[in-house]
């Protein structure tokens, strides 16, 4: 499967941004999907994810209540809506696809990775 990120961009603190993860290639819905980032200097790190069907999701503590991971499986993509963004949210971020069901943490047991989106939120 082939995964293209988009809808990052500059904000400012407190703003929102949605981003898409469009995927092609194989069925979507086989795949439990996930949001990464990365900023610079630290480890890539999970920010989020969704089951198969979208019926579990997983948020790490920090974007709690800020952020929600939703999923189309018939426009086979997956998209990330992030309000009330903090400059600490300032990541390149990646969406990958897993053949489990759902992945948290070991982002080696993801096989299939987009080619990352820039999100830059200013203070």
């Known amino acids: 499967v082939q995964l293209q990120a988009s809808g990052g961009g500059l904000v400012q603190a407190g703003g929102s941004l949605r981003l898409s993860c469009a995927a092609s290639?194989?069925?979507?819905?086989?795949?439990?999907m996930g949001w990464f980032r990365q900023a610079p200097g630290k480890e890539r790190e999970l920010v989020c994810a969704?089951?198969?069907?979208?019926?579990?999701?997983y948020y790490t503590d920090s974007v709690k209540g800020r952020f929600t991971i939703s999923r189309d499986n018939a426009k086979n993509t997956v998209y990330l809506q992030m309000n009330n963004l903090k400059p600490e949210d300032t990541a390149v971020y990646y969406c990958?696809?897993?053949?489990?069901?759902?992945?948290?943490?070991?982002?080696?047991?993801?096989?299939?990775w987009g080619q990352g989106t820039l999100v830059t939120v200013s203070s």
């Open positions: 290639g194989r069925t979507f819905s086989i795949y439990g």
């Open positions: 990958a696809a897993s053949t489990a069901a759902l992945v948290v943490g070991n982002p080696n047991k993801y096989d299939y």
């Open positions: 969704i089951s198969r069907i979208g019926g579990t999701t």
